[in-house]
């Protein structure tokens, strides 16, 4: 779920051009100038990724590329900061939340 308006006394969020993009296989609409983990929190993803370890969730931490728990496979690269990452029409995103290793 996304902000239309922070209030009624500031006019209503300006978004960028419209997108699709795709999440685990599926077309998601995103807006230009949105980050990744953005465009996932808006789809209701909390959990980003596993811990090799003992399998802990992770997800949106420091929001600024500083922790590394927000990695999400984009486009066939993996280990890429969501929190950084702009969209892109097309973009392929993949989270490693379904995946256990
Ligand atoms: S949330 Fe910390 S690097 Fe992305």
């Known amino acids: 779920m996304r902000i239309t308006q922070a209030s009624q006394l500031l006019p209503p969020v300006q978004r960028g ?16 100038g949105e980050t990744v983990a953005t465009v996932l929190l808006a789809e209701g993803r909390r959990v980003f990724r596993h811990t090799l370890k003992n399998g802990d969730p992770r997800g949106l931490f420091c929001g600024m590329g500083i922790c590394y728990d927000c990695l999400v ?3 066939g690269a ?12 097309g973009m392929v995103i993949e989270t490693h939340s379904e995946m256990r290793l």
Not at 23 to 32: C, D, E, K
Request: charged share 10%.
């Open 78 to 89: 993996p280990n890429i900061r969501a929190c950084i990452t702009l969209v892109t029409a």
């Open 73 to 75: 496979t984009v486009d």
């Open 17 to 32: 051009e419209q997108l699709t993009v795709t999440i685990n296989g599926q077309p998601v609409t995103a807006f230009a």
